[in-house]
């Protein structure tokens, strides 16, 4: 055919395709389109390998290989063509294409189908397509679009030729060529010297995948089990708190800490010397005597502000006689007031006396407590002190004057001094500077007299406010806060008395001298224990030698056991045991004996009060309350009813761990490193084991707690570690902190082994797999497994699978081939090369 085209007056909608630079009409792009849709989420999930695919039927000199081009270029989404080539002799065509399995079946098939080629050289406008390829019912519309040459081509045969991709032997083998270092740099798109990086199969990287989401699982399983003890904690907080309490209230220091703790009494409250005792009484508590030399410091400290505090209390004897002469003062120059009297020059030197000594009170004016009421005192004591001063001068001015009003007088000698008084005064009191001078004052009438005695008793009403305030304080309860603490004197004497010893004590050690036990002899009035013993003894209740030994061994353990802090949970039975023969015990010596006499009934009876032993009987009661409701919380089936999830419940994890050690048992029965020959089982097996691990992750975030019942800050830092009601919380937060951290790099991770898996590349190699590896297993180098709550056989398995992945550190090992083995290898990988076969009259798979 070598016909001229004739460009009709109305444009054919061929011509339009080609001047728009199309090669396909729009059916076949419609087809096209529907494959590549249908067959997408095949494509993505398949490797990209090299085929070499041998075409037969009307292949040869009809365009075939411009349809073939034209047609994979649409079709394709991650595949191409390498090559073509066409063998005349032998009516084929061959290429090479590197693509998913997937692409190329889809190819084959629609190539299958007849197309039609259109193609024009003549007549058509300069820039546009002269190749068109539609549908062979298309060929009937063509109207008066003619084109030079039409041809027709459909594929009767295609064999796929799959190039060996895998192990062969200690060889690695990728497209049918044995991987060398060179191969790898080459074919990985990597230089050389950049392969010395590790190498990886994509068997390798689901087995560190696969027991990455092992060791994930376990994590998740550990953070709500700590969710769990949180919701735990929360309800038993209270009454650990109240146990611990209870605790204190036996401790050593407990009566002095009742008072310098608490802003109940100021005069006694002193939180300096609680805290050097603080950090003596664990030492102490738990009789390590041979290490208090270390605590001198602690000791020498406390004592030097002891002796503060006590010299504290002597000055404020002292503020309350100046308080009580004060007040005497303020009485006469009151009644002078009301009498219109003005000479008030012996108050004044009597008040002003006063007021110097008040300021010489250094260690009342600094108390914590105290310094901002007694500044205000002292400031309301000066302004009145001041406005008298101001009086006298008046006073002698109107007297000197002749009682005329409105005069002007001429200041002298002695007025100098006093206005240099009153300027110190004020200058003191308002913090502003006044010039005196010569110059001459104005006086107002007499009848200002009046104004200055309402200033004068407002002065003097808002002074003895402030003098009441401080010189008569008040504890809470309304007691008399001076009296309170004059009461206190012998526990704060047996302190100093104790601090001494301590002193001594150290003095001892220091040199070398026989000591015995000495705490028992230096604390014998502090010692709640022995205190308790002395008293059993003393009311006849240790009725036998071995009562006595029994009694005194009970509470010497019971001492050990509440004084090691922080309260151990595991010594809560042992120590509800020892109250509990103690109780029995005072029980039995309780009950009316016959033909004894009843004081035996009455003398226990007064001992079931004794505060000691109802503190030990609240301890009991307290730890009793904290087991009950923890086992409650244990038989919970569910939390799944509440408003906002916090926890599964504890069956609910035992269930989740269960399927975690069943899919272990499968995980531990599939090893790809040990058996690399197996590869392409392991690799099945590997990913049924992938799935069944999404399935056990999916279940357990079913449920997902929002960021109000999420732990997302670190706990405060300053707490007593010595108080488990404190430091249970801190390290539960801690710790969630910690594994959710770990289990969102570990997510990071397992991303990055999904899309080195997603490029469905057998090998990988290179910087970025390296460097994530590095990242897996510096995290799992730093995971601490005693940190982790489970069982002895599922810390077996976690480090089975650490292990597991730590095989993989130098990446897998290959044999590279010698010159003379290269042949051979060669033939091996031919014979392992998979031809699959299709036919046009048949539609299904290869055969």
Known sequence: M????????????????????????????????????????????????????????????????????????????????DYLYSFR????????????????????????KPHI????????????????????????????????????????SADVYEKYTGRLGDYLVLNGVPLTSEKIGRELRFNTIETKNRVFTTTGLKEIYVNLYFLLLILKLDLEQHYLKLRTFNVLENDLKIVEEKIDELSFFSDIFNHITSKDNPLLFHEGLFLDLIKLEHIIENNNWKGIPAYAGYIYSAANKLNNHFKFLEEYGLFVTYAQCIEKFIAKLTKKLFKHRSDFHGELRNLTANYNELKKLLAVSNHPLLQNDYQELLNSFSKLLAYLDFLTIQNTDNNNSGNVPDVIHIAGKSSKRIGTLIKKGIESIFS??????????????????????????????????????????????????????????????????????????????????????????????????????????????????????????????????LFNKPLKENAYPEIIKKIQYLEDFIISKNRLTPGKDNSTYITISKLSQNPIFKIIIDIKIGIQNVMRKEAQIQEIDSFKNEGEFLSYSAKELDEFLARCIHFHEKLKGTCYY?????????????????????????????????????????????????????????????????????????????????????????????VATSVLFDQITYLLSNIDVRLIDMTESLEHMFNESVDTIFHYQIGEVFKEPKKEDFDDVMKEIEKRTTIRKYQNHEQALPV
């Open 2 to 81: 070598n016909m001229k085209i004739d460009i009709p007056s109305k444009e054919n909608y061929f011509y339009e395709l080609l001047k728009k630079k199309y090669h396909t009409s729009e059916i076949i792009r419609t087809q096209i389109a529907d494959i590549k849709e249908r067959i997408k989420n095949d494509v993505l999930k398949e490797p990209i390998k090299s085929f070499t695919v041998k075409f037969w039927g009307q292949v040869l000199n009809n365009s075939f290989e411009k349809t073939l081009r034209i047609i994979s270029k649409r079709l394709f989404s991650r595949g191409r063509i």
């Open 89 to 112: 002799e032998q009516d084929l065509v061959e290429a090479n294409i590197t693509s998913t399995l997937t692409e190329i079946e889809a190819l084959i098939r629609y190539l299958m």
């Open 117 to 156: 080629v259109l193609r024009c050289r003549q007549g058509i406008i300069k820039g546009a397509s002269n190749l068109l390829i539609i549908d062979e019912e298309e060929k009937n519309n063509l109207g008066n679009f003619t084109p030079d040459y039409t041809h027709r081509n459909y594929v009767a």
């Open 432 to 561: 502003v500077t006044i010039e005196v001078s010569t110059k001459p004052v104005f006086r107002r009438d007499q009848t200002l007299k009046t104004d200055h005695e309402k200033d004068v008793q407002k002065l003097i009403l808002k002074f003895c406010e402030d003098l009441e305030k401080l010189s008569k304080l008040k504890t809470t309860t309304g007691e008399d806060a001076f009296l309170a603490a004059r009461k206190c004197i012998p526990k704060l004497t047996n302190l100093s008395t104790i601090l001494d010893q301590l002193k001594k004590l150290i003095r001892d050690i220091e040199n070398k001298s026989d000591v015995q036990d000495p705490f028992k002899t230096i604390f014998v009035r502090s010692n709640k224990f022995e205190i308790l013993y002395k008293e059993l003894y003393d009311l006849g209740v240790l009725e036998t030698a071995q009562e006595q030994k029994s009694v005194y061994d009970i509470l010497t353990d019971l001492q050990k056991l």
């Open 674 to 766: 040990k058996n690399t020959l197996k590869f392409e089982t392991a690799e099945k097996d590997f990913d049924c084991l992938i799935n069944e691990a999404k399935d056990i992750d999916a279940c357990i975030l079913s449920f997902v707690r929002k960021d109000n019942k999420k732990v997302s800050r670190e706990p405060d830092i300053h707490i007593n570690y010595l108080k488990n009601s404190q430091l249970i919380r801190y390290n539960l937060e801690k710790a969630i902190l910690r594994l959710q951290n770990q289990i969102t790099q570990m997510y990071g991770f397992m991303q990055g082994i999904e899309n080195s898996l997603n490029r469905h590349s057998f090998i990988h190699s290179g």
